[in-house]
């Protein structure tokens, strides 16, 4: 039997799950392969004692429809920049990539698939370019990938976030009220538009087209004078405005540029109060609930077809490659493309203009 070692890293998103039982299903087809799960991305072998989980039938049965991963993940296990906090509080990083490549080797492995995005590619390249087999699956909620149409998780992302704008909109228009609604996305504005076109936002405030807040304020006023009296703004997390009127304070409390911290909602609202706008606002911000739960059936799907491509690239030794979905036909691309370029909202395409009217 050959092995096959699987792990997810980086943030969770929906669909982790079903490409793990993609994987397994299509390896025990060929019946001369066995599958074993790094828990918590690359640490279940580098720590000691290592964690590793055999990855069958019995232990993959029907995960496809949970959310998160049954392998755990984290942001920090990145093995060419490990970070430890020593007994006096003080984090030293280190390079365990020699170590770690030395592990896998132990343990008999053959190739491995790392399910993950940018920043766990990214790895994957240089364990790659160390000489590992190595195979990616790219998982994003953010959809920020140009190596790939869609991501599993982007849409399932899209359909918590109408889910909870439509809630909005009628306690909006019962309060006469202006809502503001943060979604997640990082740099890119996709989840943020694709939700406003879904859920009929008043106004969509992206990375992508810095922001201009008198425009914002007359849009409301314009709303409460058309008799329609309520307002409902989808904000992406890395929104900005025109002229960077963000103060420094604003910027401490809320993190500001700093995706991390969740809250540029309540920056937009304190600044339409400063450009004067008189109507009830009340923020939100939508947080990880984005990325929690079951996976739509697009997501499932999606997954589950990346997992068995992902192991038929095994089977080919199409190594140094990942998964990708282009033009409705599932592919590969070489990582070191994959993880050059990002996809971002144009702001002259048909989407755009198409939520200008909307
Ligand atoms: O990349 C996915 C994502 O959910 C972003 O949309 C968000 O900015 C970030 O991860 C949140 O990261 P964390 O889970 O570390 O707070």
């Known amino acids: 039997t ?14 982790l799950n079903a490409v793990i039982r993609g994987i397994v299903k299509r390896a025990s087809r060929e019946g001369n392969w066995e599958v074993i799960g790094s828990i918590e991305a690359f640490n279940g072998v580098l720590n000691t004692p290592q964690r590793l989980m055999k990855l069958n039938g019995e232990t993959t049965a029907g995960i496809h429809v949970k959310g998160g991963t049954i392998l755990k993940t ?47 590619q990214r790895i994957s390249q240089q364990l790659f370019e160390m000489g590992l087999n190595i195979v990616g699956v790219p998982k994003t909620i953010d959809n920020d990938l140009s ?12 359909q918590i976030a109408t889910d909870s704008f439509d809630k909005l909109v009628t306690t909006a228009e019962s309060h006469h009220r202006v809502m503001i609604m943060e979604v997640m996305g990082r740099n890119a504005g996709w989840i943020a538009l694709h939700t406003a076109m879904a859920g009929g936002a008043e106004v969509c405030l992206i990375p992508e087209i810095p922001y201009d807040i008198d425009k914002v304020v007359q849009r409301i006023n314009e709303r409460y004078e058309d008799g329609r009296g309520f307002v409902n703004i989808v904000i992406a997390e890395g929104a900005k405005p025109k002229d960077g009127t963000v103060t420094a304070e604003e910027s401490d409390e809320v993190g500001y540029g700093n995706l991390r911290l969740r809250g ?19 923020e939100m911000v939508l947080g990880h609930t984005q990325r ?8 499932r799907i999606l997954a589950t077809m990346f997992g068995v491509k992902a192991f038929e690239m ?39 203009e198409a939520a200008r009217g909307i």
């Open 74 to 120: 984290t942001n920090k296990g990145n093995p060419f920049e490990y970070a430890v906090e020593n007994e006096s509080g003080e984090v030293v990083v280190t390079d365990r990539s020699d170590e770690l490549v030395k592990k896998i080797k132990e343990l008999g492995v053959e190739a491995v698939i790392n399910i993950g995005g940018d920043g766990s």
């Open 2 to 15: 050959k092995k096959l070692l699987v792990l997810t890293g980086g943030g969770d998103c929906p669909g």
């Open 292 to 299: 929690g739960g079951t996976p739509i059936a697009f997501d």
């Open 314 to 352: 095994v089977l080919n030794k199409e190594y140094g490659k990942m998964t990708s979905y282009r033009n409705n036909k599932i592919t590969s691309v070489n990582i070191k493309e994959a993880i050059s370029t990002y996809n971002l909202v144009d702001k002259n395409s048909f989407m755009v």
């Open 264 to 282: 540029v909602a309540f920056v937009l609202s304190e600044q339409l109060k400063k450009a004067g706008c008189k109507a009830d606002i009340r």
């Open 147 to 158: 190596a790939t149409d869609f991501t599993f998780g982007f849409r399932t992302a899209v």
